[in-house]
């Protein structure tokens, strides 16, 4: 029903930005929630960023680096990386559910659609 397609992913030194887009296509509602989760070698998958409507949601680990915002109109979200540090590398996954709760934001298991994945490798 949902295609996710991310970009902008790469390779940059700690300290510098990335901005990763995802390129959603098929039904979509505003309703819906969109975000980012990532997951590092040997590490489980963890919930970025996600936002639904007014409210933004952020992991504790890149607040004040991080900032996810979405165009409507093209139906593509973004998170746009700064101050990068070696913790961040990940593969970065877009994926989308029918309902966000400021609970279970993170949770992602409940999220029914997701991206194949963008490679974002921060070196010292």
């Known amino acids: 029903q949902v295609q996710l397609v991310e970009s902008g992913g790469g390779s940059v030194q700690a300290g510098g930005s990335l901005r990763l887009s995802c390129a959603a296509s098929?039904?979509?509602?505003?309703?819906?929630?969109m975000g980012w989760f990532r997951q590092a070698p040997g590490k489980g998958r963890e919930g970025v960023a996600v936002i639904h409507g007014g409210s933004t949601y952020y992991a504790d680990s890149v607040k004040g680096r991080f900032t996810i915002s979405q165009d409507n109109a093209e139906n593509t979200l973004y998170l746009q990386m700064n101050s990068l540090k070696t913790e961040d590398t990940a593969m970065y996954y877009c994926?989308?559910?029918?309902?966000?709760?400021?609970?279970?934001?993170?949770?992602?298991?409940?999220?029914?659609?997701w991206g194949q994945g963008t490679q974002v490798t921060v070196s010292s």
């Open positions: 098929g039904y979509t509602s505003s309703t819906y929630c």
């Open positions: 994926a989308v559910r029918r309902y966000c709760s400021e609970a279970s934001w993170s949770y992602w298991w409940t999220y029914d659609y």
